[in-house]
């Protein structure tokens, strides 16, 4: 992500959307755009957002309220992928110590590595 921040005018005219409704999905709490002044100030996880906003509504029908549960779950995900990469990185450096101090690889070892391996292609451990 960059640390760019876009307004009102070209994040609309970016996803082809009225401003009016920008500020109706920040009503709603479904964006909370930064400000600069009176400015609203769109990062590019906002236009994702918005994005989302606009595929589930008119692509697939779901109400903002369900929109807000899918948000909220999203933001969640989110956050717990960014907690499982730091614990992921942790263990690796735990792991990596185990087998510079015991000079091999055991069992236990090897799966983790097997999981860290599927952790890092965001893929099912099963």
Not at 108 to 123: A, S, T, W
Request: glycine content about 6%.
């Amino acid at each position: 992500m960059s640390d760019l921040f876009y307004p009102i005018s070209v994040v609309a005219e970016l996803l082809n959307i009225h401003p009016q409704t920008l500020r109706n999905y920040e009503v709603k709490g479904l964006i909370v755009p930064k400000r600069k002044g009176r400015a609203r100030m769109y990062t590019d996880a906002d236009v994702d957002d918005i994005k989302a906003i606009m595929t589930l509504t008119r692509d697939m029908g779901v109400n903002l309220a369900g929109v807000e549960i899918v948000l909220k779950m999203r933001r969640r995900e989110k956050k717990l992928r960014r907690e499982m990469k730091k614990f992921v990185s942790i263990m690796k450096e735990l792991v990596n110590k185990e087998k510079h101090e015991k000079g091999k690889k055991g069992a236990i070892v090897k799966y983790m590595d097997y999981g860290f391996d599927l952790l890092d292609e965001d893929k099912d451990l099963i």
